[in-house]
């Protein structure tokens, strides 16, 4: 009789820890809002870019997905896809090799590592976009993420372009040791390179995004920006719980409570967010629009009288129905 | 603080195991070593300042909030040249742990750091860091004032600073906290240090789901001196024939004379100083950043 009470078939709510979890999930399941409760039709979803109609919750999203919102369709190119963790502790913990962690993560994800990194266009303006899969070993920071990011950063200089990095992270990644705290230093070190080339970095952080990620190259980017509602923070709650010995406020490392104390420069809803990264390119980088590869050989010795960046023509403005998905 | 005791010959671990002939400090198990450096009686940084540095005159404030005790600097004589010291600095009792939050900077320790490289950077005084930290604090206000932004600001201004830095771990080097001070063109460390990605109680904790199988992580984390050099991560592992706390005065000497050869070494490197040496010293220390990894590529 208790039965009676719940949700039966195909109107039981899916809950958002299930969420990219399961490969097979029928067209027709409903989604409940963490936040507010909310049932929704999870096409629905879909078509909101995963942000709860009632409430604005942003669910979190796959690096795939992500790419998806961000790059004009089909432009999104991967680099480094040959790149794959190696095991240098022999690591062993109380679930196993982590050689055969990596094996069963990379079959149950589709990825081979927790970090992508290419180029795309958004609304036509080059871009190189790196973005952080939360469900891969929890976005953790490890050797691969490193030498991606390092490649990344080093192809953004060569190319002149700007650098968007859509962080997401539990931390560094225990099972490669002091190498995974090594990669804090060295991604600083690409992006110190990168700043020098006074090219710009786009940090977005989304929820969640904690630990070495987020005391390294994601907050030395020129801008910072945060989706609503995510956590962000260095320690994590459980730590500082654990310390303090008392519970934390529900606003405490928000993306609201970075940004009243002046650690983020600015909240960006998933809606607007292809629109003001555009923008962003509009403003920092006129050139991502319209340079190619040949002009970058040119461009890339200062000669009186070459077409560079502002003499040529500006991107069509960015037109309403850019940012719509 | 008081003055440094000598070796006590009655306290002291024998360096070598007089019936096998093995030197008692390769026998020493990871969680050992883990203890060791952790020990309170372990010499500290300011054990290093008094017993090095001549002059030494602390800096204090990051000049916005306030200022960190666990993370301390200022400016000392260093065999006759001036020089840029930072370093973690615990307590060695309860009351003074408390007024120095056991060793774990807050956001402004590190702003504080950031300040003094760039002061370094201006008079051209060489950069001399000790290592020897837990952790980065994990408290509300730290979260509050951006322990992660203060952190990573700290290595961007280290990767850039024109100017040379050797970093010492002589005890813990715990994590961000850690790594936020050793940035540098020389790392090294004392045998009985470790650095590590995370404590591991911590890193028992969410591997194995229990805290009492430290002793295991710490085996498996690879975080002695001996396996960090191993993967060619430090320059030089400063043997401690006898554990710090039982040779503290020999221990920081031998700590010392390394720092000079390091330091004299890199100095001579940038010549008279031109331009050009300084950024081949910068691109060296970049290359050492860029090239730590282990990956493959099928």
């Given at each position: 009789?208790?039965?009676?009470?719940?949700?039966?078939?195909?109107?039981?709510?899916?809950?958002?820890?299930?969420?990219?979890?399961?490969?097979?999930?029928?067209?027709?399941?409903?989604?409940?809002?963490?936040?507010?409760?909310?049932?929704?039709?999870?096409?629905?979803?879909?078509?909101?870019?995963?942000?709860?109609?009632?409430?604005?919750?942003?669910?979190?999203?796959?690096?795939r997905q992500r790419i998806d919102l961000l790059a004009d369709p089909g432009t999104f190119v991967?680099?480094?896809?040959?790149?794959?963790?190696d095991d240098p502790l022999q690591f062993v913990d109380g679930q196993g090799p982590y050689n055969e962690k990596i094996l069963k993560t990379q079959q149950k994800t589709g990825e081979s590592e927790a970090l992508i990194t290419g180029e795309c266009l958004v609304d036509g303006r080059q871009l190189v976009l790196v973005v952080a899969d939360f469900n891969f070993l929890g976005a953790s920071m490890g050797s691969v993420w490193g030498e991606k990011m390092s490649r990344a950063v080093e192809r953004a200089i060569e190319r002149h372009l700007p650098v968007l990095t859509v962080n997401a992270s539990g931390g560094a990644r225990m099972h490669e040791g002091l190498f995974s705290l090594m990669q804090m230093a060295k991604t600083v070190a690409s992006f110190e390179l990168l700043g020098k080339a006074r090219l710009p970095h786009f940090s977005l952080l989304v929820d969640p995004c904690y630990g070495g990620v987020t005391a390294s190259y994601a907050t030395i980017a020129d801008v910072i920006l945060a989706e609503p509602g995510a956590k962000i923070g260095f320690a994590g709650q459980r730590v500082i719980e654990q310390a303090i010995?008392?519970?934390?406020?529900?606003?405490?490392?928000?993306?609201?409570?970075?940004?009243?104390?002046?650690?983020?420069?600015?909240?960006?809803?998933?809606?607007?967010?292809?629109?003001?990264?555009?923008?962003?390119?509009?403003?920092?980088?006129?050139?991502?629009?319209?340079?190619?590869?040949?002009?970058?050989?040119?461009?890339?010795?200062?000669?009186?009288?070459?077409?560079?960046?502002?003499?040529?023509?500006?991107?069509?403005?960015?037109?309403?129905?850019?940012?719509?998905? | 603080m008081s003055e440094i005791p000598t070796t006590n010959p009655e306290t002291a671990v024998s360096i070598e195991d007089p019936e096998t002939g093995v030197p008692a400090s390769a026998v020493l198990t990871p969680m050992e070593r883990v203890r060791l450096a952790r020990d309170t009686h372990r010499p500290h940084t300011l054990d290093y300042i008094r017993e090095l540095f001549t002059d030494f005159i602390e800096l204090h404030g990051d000049r916005s909030f306030g200022d960190d005790r666990a993370l301390i600097g200022g400016v000392a004589s260093f065999r006759g040249r001036s020089v840029m010291i930072l370093g973690h600095q615990p307590g060695t009792n309860t009351h003074e742990n408390l007024e120095r939050n056991f060793g774990m900077p807050r956001p402004e320790g590190y702003r504080k750091a950031r300040r003094l490289m760039e002061h370094a950077e201006k008079f051209g005084f060489p950069l001399i860091t000790f290592i020897d930290t837990p952790a980065a604090d994990p408290g509300v206000g730290s979260e509050e004032r951006g322990q992660g932004t203060a952190i990573a600001e700290s290595l961007l201004a280290m990767i850039g600073l024109r100017v040379p830095i050797v970093c010492v771990v002589i005890g813990q080097g715990g994590s961000g906290g850690a790594l936020a001070i050793s940035i540098g063109d020389r790392l090294l460390m004392l045998e009985n240090a470790i650095y590590a990605v995370a404590p591991p109680?911590?890193?028992?904790?969410?591997l194995w789901k229990d805290a009492s199988k430290a002793e295991e992580a710490a085996a498996t984390m690879r975080i002695t001196a001996n396996d960090i050099a191993g993967f060619g991560i430090i320059d030089e592992v400063i043997a401690e024939p006898v554990p710090a706390h039982e040779a503290p005065r020999e221990t920081i000497r031998a700590v010392g004379e390394r720092i000079a050869t390091h330091l004299d070494d890199l100095i001579a490197g940038l010549g008279e100083g031109d331009l050009a040496a300084v950024d081949a010293m910068l691109k060296a220390r970049y290359e050492r950043f860029r090239g730590i990894g282990v990956w493959h590529e099928i």
């Open positions: 009789m208790r039965n009676f009470f719940q949700r039966q078939g195909k109107f039981r709510p899916r809950h958002t820890e299930d969420q990219g979890g399961d490969q097979n999930i029928p067209e027709d399941l409903w989604v409940k809002c963490p936040q507010c409760g909310e049932l929704i039709y999870s096409r629905e979803l879909d078509r909101n870019a995963h942000v709860c109609p009632k409430c604005g919750h942003h669910f979190r999203l796959r690096a991967e680099w480094d896809t040959a790149l794959r963790p010995k008392q519970k934390l406020p529900k606003e405490f490392q928000t993306a609201e409570f970075m940004l009243e104390h002046g650690t983020i420069d600015l909240i960006v809803g998933r809606q607007e967010l292809k629109q003001k990264i555009a923008t962003l390119i509009d403003l920092y980088c006129p050139s991502a629009s319209v340079m190619t590869r040949s002009d970058h050989q040119a461009d890339t010795i200062p000669v009186a009288g070459n077409p560079s960046q502002d003499t040529q023509d500006m991107p069509v403005a960015v037109t309403g129905d850019s940012a719509d998905e | 109680e911590a890193c028992a904790a969410i």
